[in-house]
């Protein structure tokens, strides 16, 4: 499985973008990147994924390098409940199965 | 719409006791069910998962096991549970191409 790297905290300021870092440089060719995020003693909530182009929902949009070999996650208006656990994941499959290979994650802390 | 319910939310259990989680999901059928444990300050650890009735495949090796009765149904248990079994553990459901969906988990405490 391709192993990702995250920051281990962040902090953004209330209403500012929050722009989320990963690293990802041995990811295959039909890997796909998601992103999860954790708010404390709930369970991880799916934000977005994608596997070339960028992508963009009513959460957030993901910007995936050229190479793949990296991605950014952009809160475009971060609110005090967007603080929590962010994770990037490369997600592999086993036959019928997709497994999820979580990291430590970045912890974001949106400020006032 | 598809939902994912766990039970209980808190569980507090004495070392050598045995274990049953359970794990329904509703709105869809012959899902993925996934079992994954949470310890303190730590990343999500896959335990189980399972790709239909009576298939169960484990990632590691450990004091736990899983069954499914059901199509909807996956059940996390334990003979004899340790101190290491605490945490906080999370049950999804997923099709191939899709995302995995987690329930709200149940936090495990071993005295």
């Known amino acids: 499985d391709a192993k990702t790297t995250q920051p281990p905290s962040m902090d953004c300021a209330e209403g500012r973008a929050a722009n989320l870092p990963c690293n990802h440089s041995?990811?295959?060719?039909?890997?796909?990147v998601y992103w999860y995020r954790q708010i404390h003693s709930q369970g991880p909530q799916y934000i977005i994924h994608g596997l070339k182009n960028n992508e963009t929902n009513e959460m957030a949009s993901l910007i995936i390098t050229e190479d793949r070999k990296s991605s950014t996650l952009i809160l475009p208006h971060a609110t005090l409940r967007d603080t929590a656990v962010y994770y990037c994941i490369v997600r592999s499959y086993t036959g019928t199965a997709s497994k999820l290979t979580f990291g430590t994650g970045t912890r974001l802390q949106v400020m006032l | 719409s598809q939902t994912i319910h766990q039970w209980p939310a808190t569980l507090v259990q004495p070392v050598g006791s045995p274990l049953s989680l359970e794990c329904t999901v509703e709105g869809t059928s012959n899902p993925n069910l996934y079992w994954y444990r949470q310890a303190a300050g730590r990343g999500l650890q896959l335990l189980f998962y399972?790709?239909?009735?009576?298939?169960i495949s484990s990632e590691v090796p450990q004091n736990l096991s899983a069954s499914r009765p059901q199509d909807r149904q996956f059940i996390l248990s334990s003979k004899k549970l340790l101190l290491s079994d605490s945490g906080f553990y999370l049950c999804?459901?997923?099709?191939?191409?899709?995302?995995?969906?987690f329930g709200d988990g149940t936090r495990l405490s071993i005295l």
């Open positions: 999804a459901w997923g099709d191939r191409n899709q995302p995995q969906h």
């Open positions: 399972s790709v239909g009735i009576g298939q």
């Open positions: 041995t990811i295959s060719g039909n890997e796909y």
